[in-house]
């Protein structure tokens, strides 16, 4: 029974950010495959400019502490079209699905004893969903309280 509270506070710990990790990655390469001078910032846990940067590979930069909510800012990105806007907006859902599928095939694997890959299995398909449904965000759904789901924000861009 023990190792199963372990496994929760694992994936509350680790799995959690880091399937925000893997969505906001989604939307950083979607910016650089779609544009050639584009920036990407990502920012797990604090959304703001005092999150220093902790790394960065190529145009992504990571803006890292712990926290389960993540924004991938764009630099360099006023001039983008409609596609290479709908291209970055649709990248976060579109790896948290791929994400999803591909953790999919290890439910049944020996190497989920204690299933932790069940957990990340729906924690990236609730990102998924939450993000793809049309909707602006409640306020009292901290910290994206009041933004628009990738969703919304890919029917904004298509109406533009």
Not at 39 to 50: K, L, N, Q, T, W
Not at 69 to 85: P, R, S, Y
Not at 138 to 155: E, I, M, T
Request: glycine letters at 10%; a neutral charge; proline letters at 4%.
């Amino acid at each position: 029974m023990s190792i199963y509270i372990l496994v929760f506070g694992l994936l509350f710990t680790i799995g959690a950010p880091l399937t925000t990790l893997i969505h906001e990655i989604g939307h950083a390469l979607g910016l650089i495959c779609s544009t050639k001078d584009g920036v990407a910032r990502i920012y797990i846990g604090d959304f703001s400019d005092s999150n220093k940067e902790s790394f960065k590979i190529g145009r992504i930069h990571f803006h890292i502490v712990w926290g389960i909510g993540g924004i991938c800012k764009l630099e360099n990105a006023n001039d983008m079209t409609t596609l290479q806007g709908v291209i970055t907006t649709i990248g976060g859902p579109l790896i948290s699905a791929l994400f999803t599928l591909i953790l999919f095939f290890f439910l049944h694997d020996p190497i989920n004893n204690y299933y932790f890959i069940t957990g990340m299995f729906w924690m990236n398909f609730f990102q998924f969903l939450l993000t793809i449904i049309p909707m602006v965000y409640p306020n009292w759904w901290r910290p994206y309280g009041g933004y628009p789901s990738d969703g919304y924000a890919v029917l904004k861009i298509l109406k533009k």
